[in-house]
């Protein structure tokens, strides 16, 4: 017993979680569930971008899924041959996504962060600068969810300090305005995946 006792704090710890095996690592596990939560709640934002990742992420699983169910690419392939694969992969998108709806991919606190950032970067540029941005960005009616990104239609580079602030995307998902609104388009098919609307000021 006074052996037991004389033990350093740590020392008592690491018998006792021997001694109790691994339901001591489950119970210690299970306290920090409230943490966990509690962390969650106080950083709403964080969650949402966190859930924006996950969307994405689970859009580009489907991408994969499907490209492994058309015909393999040849090793020396045309140029006609990568459209048609382009165009066979984005139908089989348009049939997977069939009921997807503006805000599916990106979360509506996401959407106002974007939109902010736009605002906020718009603010900070002078006129000329303001009018540079948009030079080359396409207007019209604005396409509509799973529509290809209109072949004529410039693909307007984004301001690069601009670009920096606003959310990750990953493989080949980018970012465009299309008029006042931002666009995401998958590269790889070149069709509009998800949008922001009036994130340009007037």
Avoid: C
Avoid at 16 to 41: D, F, H, S, Y
Avoid at 122 to 128: N, P, V, Y
Avoid at 174 to 199: C, E, L, S, T, W
């Amino acid at each position: 017993m006074w052996a037991r006792l004389l033990k350093p704090p740590s020392e008592q710890r690491e018998s006792e979680q021997r001694k109790n095996g691994p339901m001591t690592t489950i119970l210690a596990a299970l306290a920090l569930v409230p943490a966990i939560a509690q962390a969650t709640t106080a950083n709403p934002q964080g969650a949402a971008l966190n859930e924006f990742s996950n969307r994405l992420q689970a859009y580009l699983l489907l991408r994969e899924e499907l490209g492994r169910k058309l015909d393999p690419i040849a090793s020396t392939v045309s140029a006609s041959d990568l459209q048609a694969r382009q165009r066979a992969l984005a139908a089989a998108l348009r049939g997977a996504r069939a009921g997807a709806k503006q805000g599916d991919l990106i979360p509506l606190p996401v959407q106002e962060q974007i939109r902010e950032t736009v605002i906020s970067d718009f603010r900070g540029r002078t006129a000329a600068a303001k009018r540079a941005s948009l030079e080359d960005v396409p207007i019209g009616a604005m396409p509509g969810i799973n529509t290809d990104y209109p072949e004529e239609a410039a693909l307007a580079t984004m301001p690069a300090l601009l670009l920096a602030r606003l959310p990750r995307l990953p493989d080949n998902l980018q970012y465009r305005f299309f008029g006042r609104h931002v666009v995401i388009v998958d590269g790889d098919v070149a069709i509009v995946v998800d949008y922001v609307r009036n994130a340009v000021p007037q």
